[in-house]
DNA sequence: CTTGACCTTCCAGCGTTGGGAAGCCCTACC
DNA sequence: GGTAGGGCTTCCCAACGCTGGAAGGTCAAG
């Protein structure tokens, strides 16, 4: 299987792909003589695992733990366990952060006419530090 | 003012200061007769904009559009409306999307023992597609 | 043999921030 | 006046996770 069949196959570009390797995420390809990467099925099994981590928002960091874990048959499940746990507040974080810029934003875009006079309590905000009036 | 008084004003760094001269996004500083940044009072108020829009999650492209209008006196508050809006349209599209890796990763979580031994339903979803069995 | 699609490597960039090196300037203190 | 220390200057590098392109080799079909 080629590069391109393996991107096929798993979801991830060939680009990534070689990037992943180049990274040391997964292990180097097999060679053709002609030094085309071959990859197996075990190979596109890896590269599905990578690509589904992605998905649901791991780092490479994280995927390299959890591909670590996945190999490891002696693997306790406490350990994947605690690496998913410990991503998902931090994806709850990030949803707080965001949700909190939106609120805001949303209040403000709200109190804003939105028509053609240059007045606008956005802009007004934004003059400010942290919502509140400047101390000058 | 030296640039870490502006900085401590501000609440932008130094770094950062020197980097938003550089791209553009503010205008550059006056100087010393021996090469200092100078900041007025103006520039002080232009740095807090840039922050709080910062703060707000807003790309330094959108900022600069939105200290466009900001120096505009005849902007129409409309322009601005219509760049928040679609600021929160991109924040709750990313939080719609966190929100859901958040949620499959509980799920996953949940069912997963979290003991010593190494059955692991989250490893076990990982290697599918989609969450859903791999063709093979 | 030619064409076109594929593969290879390497280099550079995106956006935002932090870190550090080498060297100049300013203030304070002796 | 000399010196120590902090602050300033510019420049380069690193991070994250890719993406694009250039230059060139390989393979299969016509």
Redesign the pocket.
């Known amino acids: 299987m ?4 393996a991107a096929r196959a798993s979801g991830v ?4 792909i ?2 992943y390797e180049q990274i040391g995420l997964i292990p180097p390809a097999a060679r ?6 071959n990859y197996s099925d075990n190979d596109i099994h890896i590269l599905r695992f990578v690509r589904r981590a ?1 998905d649901l928002g791991f ?3 994280g995927i390299s733990e959890l591909l670590g874990l996945w190999r490891n048959r002696s693997r306790q499940s406490a350990d994947v366990k605690r690496i998913v746990q410990a991503h998902i507040a931090e994806l709850r974080q990030k949803i707080e952060d965001l949700q909190q810029m939106a609120d805001t934003l949303q209040v403000l875009a709200d109190c804003c006419a939105g028509d053609n006079r240059p007045n606008c309590p956005i802009l007004a905000d934004l003059e400010t530090v942290n919502g509140k009036a400047p101390k000058t």
């Open positions: 080629n590069i391109g069949d570009s060939a680009k990534m070689r990037y053709t003589a002609s030094g085309y990467r992605r780092s490479v960091a």
